[in-house]
């Protein structure tokens, strides 16, 4: 193997796309009516935290391998890691 990875594009893409829109639509449901702030940040938080916990889970820590495969640089997956105090 090269070392490069591939972005396979399948149905299995769609899970997580219904997972959030039913998290979304609960959490509207939640809020009864009241105008949520920041609603952008408040989702990339919940969603970034356990991506980069599971993708280092996947990768066994591997912080290069976990950036190629997010598609990120190194540096930017580290300040993640710091921003979301994950070690």
């Not at 899970?15 to 959490?27: E, F, G, I, T, W």
């Not at 980069?52 to 598609?71: D, V």
């Not at 300040?79 to 979301?84: F, H, R, V």
Request: proline letters at 3%; charged letters at 25%.
């Amino acid at each position: 193997m090269s070392g490069k990875y591939a972005v396979v594009k399948t149905h299995r893409t769609e899970p997580l796309r219904d997972a959030v829109r039913d998290a979304l639509v609960h959490y509207f449901e939640q809020l009864d009516g009241t105008a949520p702030n920041d609603l952008y940040q408040l989702v990339m938080e919940q969603v970034e935290q356990p991506l980069f916990e599971t993708i280092l889970s996947h990768t066994g820590g591997n912080q290069s391998r976990a950036a190629t495969l997010l598609g990120i640089s190194r540096s930017t997956l580290r300040k993640k890691l710091a921003q979301y105090e994950i070690e």
